[in-house]
């Protein structure tokens, strides 16, 4: 078992001024909710939904300080002055020299790929993320998994595993050559492995190997303060360095990032591009007037970025973050002690079901994590999310199913929005769900969407 540094008194470092109240569902009324939604929990109307845990993206609650900095959008169409507080915020406690706003994450990803990426080339990363993986594609490129291993096995316990394979990357550098790698995509954390860390140490190592060969390193920084947070309990050395310490040090062995701030970033919508180079930036600046808005607003109003550029600054708060993470592994260690399968050791973001042993009686055909998901839904109103099969979707070129080793449903902990007690009403129905599992029969796909399928595919019962 993995022994969390972390003590339980983990109070939130805030109180609450305003509530959202929540619709109570009777079972029946969820049997039919998820039937019209086609056993596809992003396709429930949210008001059906007790407790969402669909995502933690957008999701956050924004504090008093981010409400009223929205009173302060500046919304010129350009030069507002909401851009060079987010730059100033982005420089400050990211390090990044050049920024350019973005509606989100996606955005800046669609910007990166087409500016970087020639067809042919290849995008080693530490596993697939499916918005990145897609760009990269889109793009001309050919996606390449260079994760540790243990990140595929839901069970290992090390305690990074998010970290890139240094000998996987090499064999690829000697493969295909080093001008055909543009850049590496690290995401910090990796939310497909179910949101584990990377340690600064392999970020040191990435960049003396790719200093060498002369690739770029393109941070995916959506969750870099949790990740920070993961060095700072796990990391020899970094005990007493503060969050914004460490990300800024994270940030400092990369080229570029791409952000989606729903997320670390505490906003409801927003993300943005940093880069340091001034070429790449200024043909990235270009493009993003084709596909997001000028280069001083990117697809955002004004008050969206003074929301972020505050969000930024408390997303790096070492109370904030010991909360946050807190919440999260205090519903794990429910889970785990109930006997649930969980990917462990806990990440940041969310806890993941094991489907692959939660429902061993289903083999990937039958989408064991998305059953799993529609049944917690319909035992209790919580809203989970399939990252398995469905979400890995087809191999371009073969179009094959990806059979990915992990087959997971995230209970996803939007940031400041649920109590101690919404998440022993989450335990208390997944082990509810756990203790009848043998009765989940399955479901089979009977309408298929050809990108990101996992957003709109449809299911019917087995
Ligand atoms: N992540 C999530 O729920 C929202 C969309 S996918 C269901 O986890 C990473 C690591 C992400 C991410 C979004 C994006 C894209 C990039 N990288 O959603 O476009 O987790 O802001 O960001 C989601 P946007």
């Not at 972020?308 to 790096?316: C, L, N, Q, Y």
């Not at 203790?435 to 089979?444: A, E, F, M, S, T």
């Amino acid at each position: 078992m993995e022994k969390q540094k972390i003590k339980h008194s983990w109070a939130e470092p805030y109180k609450i001024k305003m509530v959202e109240l929540l619709k109570m569902t009777t079972l029946a009324q969820r049997k039919k909710a998820i039937a019209a939604a086609g056993y596809n929990t992003f396709l429930l109307k949210s008001e059906d939904v007790y407790i969402d845990l669909l995502t933690d993206s957008g999701t956050s609650a924004m504090s008093d300080r981010q409400w009223s900095g929205m009173m302060l959008g500046d919304e010129a169409y350009a030069g507002s002055a909401n851009f060079y507080h987010l730059e100033e915020t982005v420089r400050d406690v990211y390090g990044y020299k050049y920024v350019i706003p973005t509606h989100q994450g996606r955005g800046a990803e669609n910007i990166l790929s087409k500016t970087m990426i020639k067809k042919g080339d290849i995008i080693p990363g530490n596993m697939y993320f499916t918005t990145t993986r897609l760009h990269q594609e889109l793009a001309g490129g050919q996606f390449h998994d260079v994760i540790i291993d243990e990140a595929h096995d839901a069970e290992n316990q090390h305690p990074f595993k998010g970290n890139v394979d240094l000998n996987k990357l090499d064999v690829l550098v000697k493969k295909y050559g080093a001008d055909k790698i543009p850049y590496i995509c690290v995401a910090v954390t990796v939310n497909m492995a179910g949101g584990q860390p990377v340690a600064m140490q392999n970020m040191k190592d990435l960049r003396k190997y790719t200093k060498k060969h002369g690739i770029k390193i393109i941070l995916d920084m959506t969750r870099v303060a949790e990740n920070a947070f993961f060095i700072q309990q796990k990391e020899e050395g970094y005990a007493k360095h503060s969050i914004r310490s460490i990300v800024k040090e994270i940030c400092s062995y990369t080229d570029g990032a791409t952000m989606s701030a729903k997320k670390d970033a505490l906003v409801n919508i927003g993300g943005f591009l940093a880069l340091n180079d001034k070429d790449a930036y200024e043909e990235a600046s270009n493009l993003v007037v084709v596909y997001e808005g000028l280069h001083t607003y990117g697809g955002l109003a004004g008050r969206d970025m003074e929301a972020m550029a505050i969000g930024i600054e408390e997303s790096v708060s070492d109370a904030h973050m010991k909360a946050r993470i807190g919440q999260v592994i205090y519903l794990g260690e429910q889970l785990r002690n109930f006997g649930i399968p969980i990917t462990e050791p806990i990440g940041g973001h969310g806890i993941f079901l094991d489907a692959k042993r939660f429902l061993p009686h289903l083999d990937q055909d039958k989408f064991p994590a998305q059953a799993l998901a529609a049944e917690l839904y319909i035992d209790s109103g919580v809203r989970s999310m399939e990252r398995g099969v469905v979400s890995a979707g087809r191999n371009p070129k073969t179009g094959k199913n990806y059979y990915p080793k992990l087959e997971l449903v995230r209970l996803t902990i939007p940031r400041r929005v649920y109590t101690q007690a919404h998440m022993d009403v989450i335990a208390e129905s997944v082990e509810n769900v756990f203790v009848h599992r043998n009765k989940i029969k399955g479901l089979k796909m009977i309408h298929e969407p050809k990108y990101l399928r996992f957003f709109q595919a449809r299911f019917a019962k087995l």
